[in-house]
């Protein structure tokens, strides 16, 4: 009964964390499949059809620049932070650890002094 | 490994993209992935299928793609909700079965059969209620995507409804009686109005029939007929947004009791017969019947005025 509950909850609290992720990861170049892949090997599992149309939003908003190229005989896409992609990535993280302190302090008023 | 499946799919893919020329270079990148997944493993073609069907069905694939804008907007939906289901549910049913379905049915003139004319009226309201549906969300659709926004303030919104007091408050059944009785009572007078023969009648020998003065009051009293039948269906609907319902009672009681003392007033004959004892005795029993009705009707309104007044309901103010 609550698992439905909490995986809707979870992907909710999920989807702005990959925003930040994907950001974060692409101040280096990658591709989209190695890009999931770095993230995977982070802890951060995320499908191919959350990741590429968000990579595509991100671009379109001006926060990332991409470019074909060729390697390993393959033609592929790669995605970097563009420079106001930067400064927003920035704000973001001054705002997640906010956020993260906040959480912290708010859960901890919750446990008995030990 | 054939990659024909791969291509199929991805042709499938491109089928639902939208169309603001980046497809083909979504397509490029899709495949990119597909073939760094399958990273020169020669698959089967179950193996491929079922990579394919994990990556997810083509159309969903596309639509994660798309910046579809919601016909509705979720800031929209609760009052495009509330419009969709007055119109299509409190005004178009009761109007259709109030209203629409008596006159047509006394424009057969009985000759249609009950069944079929019943089945044929519920399909008009269907229809009716499909085109307002469709109506109104092609209104808000497009109201949405206009910089019209509605300016609220605070300081406008309405006033909390106060229930009225238990005393001031009509039983439902009694509403629903009066109701009914107000519709047939105004097919009645449409019929009069279309075709005044019909308010003529022989008993035996003696033809009896309402007398000309009539015309002049048949107008007021079906306006008030219908306007109590509407009153009765908002209190049935809408039992705690008419704040004023029991106020608009004593009016309509009181515009009623007016038409009746300006009938009595206007003096017999109010029935006219081919025997003028019998007429005699007709409208001597109609005068009796006046003054009643005029006395009862004016202490009821008189107990409803301080029913009204004693449970706190002040009267509307125009403001």
Redesign the interface.
Same mark, same amino acid.
Request: net charge negative.
């Given at each position: 009964m609550s698992e439905p509950r909490f995986e809707n909850l979870r992907l909710e609290l999920r989807r702005g964390c990959l925003v930040l992720a994907v950001l974060a990861q692409l101040r280096t170049e990658h591709y989209g499949y190695a890009l999931r892949k770095s993230l995977e090997d982070a802890g951060l599992d995320i499908d191919e059809n959350t990741l590429y149309p968000l990579l595509r939003r991100l671009e379109s908003q001006g926060l990332l620049l991409s470019t074909w190229r060729e390697e390993e005989k393959r033609n592929k896409r790669f995605y970097r932070l563009s420079p106001d992609g930067e400064v927003i990535l920035a704000q973001l993280l001054d705002e997640w650890l906010r956020m993260n302190d906040s959480i912290a302090r708010i859960t901890e008023i919750g446990v008995p002094a030990s | 490994m054939n990659t024909n499946m791969i291509d199929r799919y991805l042709h499938t893919v491109r089928f639902w993209l939208p169309d603001n020329g980046?497809a083909d +270079?979504?397509i490029? *990148?899709?495949r *990119? +992935?597909l073939?760094? =997944?399958i990273d020169g493993r020669d698959l089967s073609d179950d193996d491929l299928a079922a990579l394919l069907k994990r990556?997810?069905e083509p159309s969903?694939?596309a639509s =994660?793609?798309g =910046?579809h804008k919601p016909l509705i907007a979720a800031e929209w939906m609760p009052i495009y909700w509330f419009v969709v289901q007055l119109v299509v549910l409190r005004i178009l049913v009761p109007v259709f079965v109030l209203l629409i379905g008596p006159i047509e049915w006394l424009q057969t003139k009985g000759d249609a059969n009950a069944v079929s004319f019943i089945l044929r009226e519920l399909g008009n309201l269907f229809v009716a209620q499909i085109f307002a549906a469709g109506a109104i969300t092609t209104v808000f659709a497009l109201l949405q995507r206009t910089p019209f926004r509605v300016n609220w303030d605070p300081r406008k919104l309405p006033p909390v409804p106060t229930r009225p007091a238990r005393g001031s408050r009509q039983s439902k059944g009694s509403l629903i009686v009066e109701m009914v009785a107000g519709v047939i009572g105004s097919c009645v007078w449409i019929a009069i109005l279309r075709s005044p023969e019909m308010a003529s009648i022989t008993i035996a020998t003696v033809r009896l029939e309402i007398a000309p003065m009539w015309l002049h009051y048949i107008w007021p009293i079906l306006v008030l007929t219908l306007a109590s039948v509407m009153l009765n269906w908002f209190l049935l609907a809408w039992p705690m947004r008419l704040e004023y319902g029991p106020w608009l009672r004593v009016a309509i009681d009181a515009a009623n009791l007016a038409i009746l003392c300006a009938i009595l007033l206007h003096g017999p004959p109010w029935i006219e017969a081919s025997v003028a004892a019998i007429e005699n005795v007709i409208n001597a029993s109609m005068t009796l019947g006046f003054i009643v009705a005029i006395l009862v009707s004016s202490w009821e309104l008189m107990l409803k005025i301080r029913t009204n007044l004693r449970s706190g309901l002040h009267a509307p103010t125009l403001s």
């Open positions: - | 980046n +270079d979504i490029a *990148e899709l *990119e +992935d073939m760094s =997944q990556r997810g969903f694939v =994660q793609f =910046q």
